[in-house]
């Protein structure tokens, strides 16, 4: 479980790992979120800076892509869609 960002687009949230075992092999527990420096205005902001992380990191995918992986595995678990939407900081029309 990871405690999304302050004042993202979507707003701050807990999000759970899919698959369980991500936790541990992924070390997740270590992972320390920071706040972002600098000026943050608009989701596009968010969006450059966390592609720019990514690229940095070696990440190869797209955090967008990510998020639509995620929305697809919370189907997978049988997540019911409210708790889906709430999961990805959603209304239930949005998701």
């Known amino acids: 479980m ?6 993202a687009k ?15 092999r992924f070390n997740l527990p ?3 979120i920071t706040k972002l ?13 966390g592609a720019k992380g990514f690229a940095r990191y070696g990440v190869p995918h797209k955090p967008y892509a990510i998020r639509h992986c995620y929305s697809r595995r919370l189907r997978d678990f049988d997540v019911g869609d409210a708790d889906a939407a709430a999961m990805m900081g959603h209304s239930l029309k949005v998701h």
């Open 30 to 32: 270590a992972i320390a």
């Open 37 to 49: 420096r600098g000026q943050i205005e608009t989701a596009d902001d968010y969006s450059r800076r």
């Open 10 to 24: 979507t707003g701050a949230r807990t999000v759970w790992a899919l698959y369980p075992e991500w936790v541990e």
């Open 2 to 7: 990871l405690d999304g960002a302050i004042g």
